[in-house]
């Protein structure tokens, strides 16, 4: 099964934003479809984060349904530091 992109239609953005970011996920899981499991286990016990004009992403990669899910939408101007 090809890694799949979930973008909550509850994160309200920029149609750009979302086109984006679709774009840059998808481009990843294209590259994690190539990667071996043992470093998939590891990658799925992680936080990750991607920036995509003004905002940054949380992200996460579930093993199991082999798909990477937003788990968090941040403007940059409610980002600390």
């Not at 973008?7 to 920029?14: A, D, G, H, N, V």
């Not at 990658?43 to 990750?48: D, F």
């Not at 990669?61 to 990477?68: G, M, P």
């Amino acid at each position: 099964m090809a890694c799949r992109v979930q973008i909550s239609s509850e994160f309200r953005l920029p149609s750009i934003v979302r086109r984006k970011l679709r774009e840059r996920l998808e481009h990843i899981c294209a590259i994690l479809d190539a990667l071996d499991r043992p470093f998939l286990v590891s990658l799925a016990q992680s936080s990750l984060a991607v920036d995509i004009e003004a905002w940054r992403f949380r992200y996460e990669y579930e093993l199991a349904s082999n798909r990477l899910v937003v788990t968090e939408a941040m403007p940059a101007w409610r980002r600390k530091g």
